[in-house]
T-cell receptor
Framework: DVKVTQSSRYLVKRTGEKVFLECVQDMDHENMFWYRQDPGLGLRLIYFSYDVKMKEKGDIPEGYSVSREKKERFSLILESASTNQTSMYLCASSLKNSYEQYFGPGTRLTVT | RKEVEQDPGPFNVPEGATVAFNCTYS??????FFWYRQDCRKEPKLLMSVYSSGNEDGRFTAQLNRASQYISLLIRDSKLSDSATYLC??????????????FGAGTQVVVTP
């Protein structure tokens, strides 16, 4: 059974703080993704990675960065959190040539 | 215009009834289509792929209409456990698009006893 885990279910941070969201998958998937989900907007892709140390911008990368030092781990970094980054953050992974993505449980981040 | 548009609902459906809803997409070059299901406060999970010829998975039937650029999902004999948000998903068409998906905002279905 594929398992994608995220470091926190709920997180509250202050404006200007640096925030780290961690994602780990245990199925040796090549692809990993970070999305945010907001009401009425659906899932929007922030960053994705096809391989270790490789990253590519998604649709809304501004204010975010990522790190993939190991195949199983993909981190999302908010360099200086702002209130408009309050959202549900979902990590996903998939095999190299597959469109089926497996999602983690999500992290609900509140920036005050 | 959004790349993938869905009626947000909610569609209130009596248990045992049939419900159907559509999703439209704007990129005529999209090649692959899916329905994902998201339960309240849970992560999305793949429900089924949508093939050109239409396909069935138990009580669920998915159809694709390329000419009009929409896909549909029909749920027969609705169960209480079918209550969820159904996300329409199409593939992104760029040179490096493998694995990249475009998600609709979802259609909420509420099955009532």
């Amino acid at each position: 059974d594929v398992k994608v885990t995220q470091s926190s279910r709920y997180l509250v941070k202050r404006t200007g703080e640096k925030v780290f969201l961690e994602c780990v998958q245990d199925m040796d998937h090549e692809n990993m993704f970070w999305y945010r989900q907001d009401p009425g907007l659906g899932l929007r892709l922030i960053y994705f990675s096809y391989d270790v140390k490789m990253k590519e911008k998604g649709d809304i990368p501004e204010g975010y960065s990522v790190s993939r030092e190991k195949k199983e781990r993909f981190s999302l970094i908010l360099e200086s959190a702002s209130t408009n980054q309050t959202s549900m953050y979902l990590c996903a992974s998939s095999l190299k040539n597959s469109y089926e993505q497996y999602f983690g449980p999500g992290t609900r981040l509140t920036v005050t | 215009r959004k790349e993938v548009e869905q009626d947000p609902g909610p569609f209130n459906v009596p248990e045992g009834a049939t419900v159907a809803f559509n999703c439209t997409y704007s990129n005529s070059a999209s090649q692959s289509f899916f329905w994902y299901r998201q339960d309240c406060r849970k992560e999305p999970k793949l429900l089924m792929s949508v093939y050109s010829s239409g396909n069935e998975d138990g009580r669920f039937t998915a159809q694709l209409n390329r000419a009009s650029q929409y896909i549909s999902l029909l749920i027969r004999d609705s169960k209480l456990s079918d209550s969820a948000t159904y996300l329409c998903v199409v593939t992104r068409m760029t040179t490096d698009s493998w694995g990249k998906l475009q998600f609709g905002a979802g259609t909420q279905v509420v099955v009532t006893p």
